[in-house]
């Protein structure tokens, strides 16, 4: 299981979320997507603990918690959806030639 951890404020590093969860287990490992093209931190993480009670214990601890003038958003992370954004499109029909 992963913890998504959202609302971060963009001077947040891989090491300030390692140590914020680390109060709660052991941190196995942390995610700090960023922006393709600016290089810019996207504003949410990923932290990996070493067990389902201390993935939970930081959740409960830190969901709603402000740190670094932000409140967080942290819950479990949901699977990546296959295709996620690319749906299926049909165009809609258009009137035939008379």
Same mark, same amino acid.
């Given at each position: ?6 609302n ?8 300030d ?8 287990g052991?941190v #196995? ?9 600016? $290089?810019?931190? *996207? +504003?949410? &993480? ?10 939970t ?7 709603g918690?402000?740190?670094m003038?932000?409140q967080?958003?942290?819950? #479990? ?9 690319? $749906?299926?499109? *049909? +165009?809609? &029909?258009?009137?035939?030639w008379?």
């Amino acid at each position: 299981m992963t913890i998504y951890v959202g609302n971060l404020s963009y001077q947040v590093t891989a090491e300030d979320l390692k140590e914020i969860f680390s109060e709660y287990g052991t941190v #196995k490992n942390v995610q700090l997507p960023v922006d393709r093209e600016t $290089g810019r931190p *996207r +504003g949410f &993480g990923f932290v990996e603990m070493e067990s389902d009670a201390q993935e939970t214990a930081g959740i409960e601890a830190l969901d709603g918690a402000e740190w670094m003038g932000r409140q967080l958003k942290v819950n #479990k992370a949901r699977p990546k959806e296959e295709g996620s954004g690319r $749906g299926n499109r *049909r +165009g809609g &029909g258009g009137g035939g030639w008379n």
